[in-house]
């Protein structure tokens, strides 16, 4: 039973034995063994073959003994549903880029089975693999992050022209902001049926705005996602990066998870959101670059800072980065396991 699970219990705010850990983007470039699958395979096949994409979901499973896997897949696959072109190159690109009202309208409503059965068929794999093991994350963008790259067309520093279309057209954003929530609802329901045991949503963009933005252009779409998910009876997980200053917003979006960046004391953060909420967070990915001894300092200021109180899934503040020695992200696992025995 999933329930059962310390991951699954920590986000529910429940005690354990021992804090739970897994590591955002812990499937990827650091590991030799996805090197090795990418060397003969392109990033968008990889998510769109099953059983390759579920083979380098359990590597981190298997190579770092994480509390949890997820999914191996990208936020950025139901957009391509939805009608955009998508490549990688490898940082990802959307053509054409969406701007006026007519590109909104011409967007697709997502249908799972029809258009991302490769996603469903790898749960389903996944879970027969795992067989207990640890429980399976499935994920979606959230609505503002997956409008960021819909309407830049890639990534981008500044989001200008997602900005300008927030505020100069702001019927049209919001129309596209619902399409693209109603196609979140769907896809993220469709991989709990298909045997996904948590969700998380990732809102990598949602600090770009300020507090009263945010309340306005972002917030209503992710309650509305995060609402229509919670008869799912699944843990909800809502990262929003750089959200230190409106915690209280993001929380107050639903989900029974906060995710934290670094750019918080998860003390301080656990002030502004009280009990009712458990928090998942909240290392510097760059210290899995530091020395072993800085790891298991770095380790022992979050867990501390955390106070043994129930509610903490540890996790980087964001996803690991190509350079990190494999040893030094399983020696991550290991201090938190050993340090919050209980
Ligand atoms: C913004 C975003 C994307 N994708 C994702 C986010 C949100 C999290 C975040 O903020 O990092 C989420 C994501 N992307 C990927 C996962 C897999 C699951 C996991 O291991 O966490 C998850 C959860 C695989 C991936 N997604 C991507 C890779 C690298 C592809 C490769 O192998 O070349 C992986 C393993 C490509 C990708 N996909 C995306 C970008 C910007 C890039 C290029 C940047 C980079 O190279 O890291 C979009």
Redesign the pocket.
């Known amino acids: 039973m999933a329930e059962n699970h310390d991951f699954i219990r920590a986000c529910y705010g429940k005690p354990v034995s021992r804090t739970p850990v897994w590591l ?6 650091y590991l030799p063994q996805y090197r090795t699958i ?1 060397e003969r395979v392109a ?1 968008l096949d990889l998510c769109k073959t099953p059983e390759l994409a579920a083979e380098v979901t359990l590597q981190p499973v298997d190579a770092l003994g994480v509390d949890a896997a ?7 696959i139901p957009v391509e549903a939805m009608g955009q072109h998508l490549h ?1 190159q ?3 690109v959307l053509n054409p880029p969406v701007r006026t009202a007519s590109d909104v309208e011409s967007l697709r409503l997502l249908q799972p089975e029809q258009d991302v059965p490769f996603v469903l068929e790898t749960i389903r794999l996944l879970r027969r693999e795992l067989e207990g093991r640890v429980p399976l994350i499935g ?1 979606g ?1 959230a609505p503002f ?1 997956l409008a960021c790259y819909m309407v830049e067309g890639c ?1 981008s520093r500044h989001f200008l022209a997602l900005k300008s279309l927030m505020f100069r057209m702001p019927e049209i954003y919001a129309r596209l902001m619902d399409k693209i929530t109603d196609a979140s609802i769907v896809y993220l329901r469709a991989q709990v049926s298909a045997g996904a045991q948590a969700l998380q949503i ?1 809102d ?1 963009w949602g600090g770009i705005l300020a507090p009263t933005d945010y309340r306005r252009y972002v917030l209503p779409y992710s309650r509305r996602l995060l609402s229509a998910l919670e008869d799912l009876e699944v843990p909800l997980i809502h990262f929003v ?1 750089g959200a230190g200053t409106m915690l209280d917003l993001v929380a107050s979006a639903g989900g029974h998870v906060v995710g934290l960046d670094w750019g918080i004391g998860l003390g301080q953060a656990r002030e502004i959101l009280g009990d009712g909420v458990a928090v998942q967070g909240n290392l510097d990915p760059a210290v899995l670059l530091g020395t072993q001894a800085v790891i298991e300092s770095e380790v022992r200021r979050i867990l501390d800072e955390n106070g043994g109180r129930p509610g903490h899934v540890f996790n980087l503040g ?2 690991i980065v190509p350079e990190v020695p494999p040893a030094n992200a399983a020696f991550l696992v290991d201090c938190v396991h050993r340090l919050s025995q209980r």
């Open positions: 955002m983007r812990q499937a990827g470039r990418r990033f997820i999914l191996f897949s990208d936020i950025l990688y490898p940082a990802p994920f963008g992050t990534g990732f990598s990066k964001h996803g």
